[in-house]
């Protein structure tokens, strides 16, 4: 899942996109409105996490331009007023959720988890495929009903293949969804992923490499 942080608080931006990257997704950063405007132009995120309150562009008129644009990401707004009317304003502005500041982190997770499932066609939770049982949610994959322990990144990639059902996703789709914008587009990181990741998964082999394509599982 690929995910841009907006918040001009540098310390708390920076921890939500160090603690949303310890649970397998991808994050930018952006620390103002224009900063989020200009990766959105050329980045397509899954999930945005807006700060309502930014300079340069406001986070309101951050979230009306994605609306009018009509973006596929999903919009979760935050901001340090809890009150029931700013909520409203929030979501009428086209966000899909809003969170009050402090949160708990466990609780923005689930709700960036959620809106991830909705920026796709419908899937369940738990996604099960070829054998192979993977929860988002618990971080947990499992092979034949025993537990795979994967780092991060091949828990991303192994996500995305999952969620494609069967479809190529190509090495540049898996750089934008499991690695950020700071990845070199020319590395070989997922060649390498994708071998610890069929190993750790074992025999038989259930992901397919499509010569010039990708992959698929």
Known sequence: MRVLVVEDERVLADAIATGLRREAMAVDVAYDGGGALERTSYIDYDVIVLDRDLPVVHGDEVCRRLV?????????????????????????????????????????????????????????????????????????????????????????????LMRAEGAVVSQEDLLDKAWDENIDPFTNVVRVTMMTLRKKLGE????ETVPGVGYKL
């Open 68 to 160: 009018e644009q009509r973006s596929a990401s999903r919009i979760l707004m935050l901001t340090a007023s809890g009150d029931v009317d700013d909520k409203v304003e929030g979501l009428g502005l086209g966000a899909d959720d809003y969170l009050a500041k402090p949160f708990v982190f466990v609780e923005l997770v689930a709700r960036v988890r959620a809106l991830g499932r909705r920026s796709a066609p419908a899937l369940p939770p738990v996604l099960e495929r070829a054998g192979i049982r993977l929860d988002p949610g618990k971080r947990l994959v499992q092979r034949d009903g025993k537990e795979v322990v994967l780092t991060k990144k091949e828990f991303a990639v192994l996500e995305e």
């Open 204 to 207: 038989p082999q259930v992901i």
